[in-house]
């Protein structure tokens, strides 16, 4: 997929020509995704732009109408990140099959889908959607009882569901992708998570505390100790992931997400890890050694595989590049030299 910057990932049949369109598609998104078929395949277009905001994957996907089954967990954005997705649709008939039933949408209705469930999904006519993945802390936090809300549909027209409903109408892919503030994008969060809170509460599902704020269990307290003592000792290690962290610990990768976003303070794994990472970056940066060695070789040490990602998240994190940074403790050192003598 193409990215126009760190948050935003864009893929439209328009890189091909149409009689390509759909073989495109299926090469191209099938993989995410499952199975794909459509009736419209001499003439298939679509297009697809992911924005991560405020830990929140909107997805924004539009064109021919399109069926889609997977067997297994969802790989479009990985099940164990997004173990939930809420989907709308904003025009045309919508079919989805899982575990528990099949559920129909008409416009502007929703539904919270399970990423680790197999599913079948099939647009008439067109397919024109906004899909949410929603991250385990984020979950925990707002929808206690996500497991038993799937395949419930939230009707447009009524309480709640209708108010979040117009509110994903009237969001713009193209606005969405030009809010830079992180203030702006935290409250748009808040807003969308409160609402679909509020809506699935009216379903008959009530709302109670999250994880975050009831008592973690001693057990998985010290898990969570245990594997944060393993992140700090291995954040230098570029392959690391959830994956290996669940292997070194004899659980499921969906068990570690479910112990950062219960023990974790609302830090998910990802966000613990890179954490470290960068903690570990601008000691290295602080010390002579380490100011005088190239900015993708702090990278590389302290476990980043990309230099110029480690260079964003730097900048967002500390308001300076890395060389910047080492410059001003440099200039900081100098100073207190001369003051000395």
């Not at 760190?6 to 328009?14: A, P």
């Not at 009689?19 to 009736?39: C, M, N, Q, R, Y």
């Given at each position: 997929?193409?990215?126009?910057?760190?948050?935003?990932?864009?893929?439209?049949?328009?890189?091909?020509?149409?009689?390509?369109?759909?073989?495109?598609?299926?090469?191209?998104?099938?993989?995410?995704?499952?199975?794909?078929?459509?009736?419209?395949?001499?003439d298939f277009q679509q297009e697809l732009t992911i924005v991560d905001t405020a830990g929140l994957a909107f997805m924004r996907v539009h064109g021919s109408g399109a069926s889609i089954a997977r067997t297994g967990p969802s790989q479009m954005l990985g099940a164990e990140v997004y173990p939930y997705h809420l989907l709308i649709k904003l025009?045309?008939?919508l079919a989805i099959s899982e575990q528990r039933g099949r559920v129909e949408l008409g416009t502007g209705d929703m539904?919270?889908?399970?990423?680790?469930?197999?599913?079948?999904?099939?647009?008439?006519?067109?397919?024109?959607?906004?899909?949410l993945g929603l991250p385990e802390a984020v979950v925990n936090r707002w929808l206690p009882h996500a497991d038993q809300s799937t395949d419930l549909r939230l009707a447009a027209g009524k309480g709640w569901a209708g108010m979040l409903s117009g509110y994903l109408?009237?969001?713009d892919v193209e606005h969405l992708c030009s809010i830079r503030s992180p203030a702006e994008r935290q409250l748009l969060g808040e807003h969308l998570m409160s609402m679909l809170s509020?809506?699935?509460?009216?379903?008959?599902?009530?709302?109670?505390?999250?994880?975050?704020?009831?008592r973690v269990s001693p057990r998985d307290g010290d898990l969570h100790a245990r594997m944060r003592r393993w992140i700090r000792d291995h954040h230098a290690d570029t392959g690391i992931d959830a994956q290996k962290l669940a292997a070194s610990f004899n659980v499921s990768v969906r068990y570690v997400h479910k112990v950062f976003a219960k023990a974790g303070r609302g830090m998910t794994f990802l966000e613990t890890l890179q954490g470290?990472?960068?903690d570990a970056a601008a000691r290295m940066l602080r010390s002579p050694e380490g100011a005088r060695k190239f900015v993708a070789q702090v990278a590389y040490d302290c476990g980043f595989a990309d230099p110029a990602y480690f260079g964003l998240v730097f900048r967002k994190k500390y308001g300076c590049t890395p060389r910047a940074f080492a410059l001003q403790r440099e200039l900081a050192g100098a100073g207190k030299a001369l003051l000395a003598h």
């Open positions: 997929m193409s990215e126009t910057d760190s948050r935003v990932q864009r893929v439209h049949t328009g890189m091909v020509s149409r009689k390509d369109g759909f073989a495109f598609w299926a090469d191209e998104i099938g993989p995410h995704v499952g199975s794909l078929d459509s009736t419209q395949r001499t025009d045309g008939g539904v919270l889908i399970d990423s680790w469930q197999p599913l079948r999904l099939r647009s008439t006519e067109v397919t024109n959607s906004w899909t109408r009237a969001l509020f809506a699935l509460e009216q379903n008959g599902l009530a709302a109670r505390p999250g994880a975050l704020g009831e470290d990472r960068l």
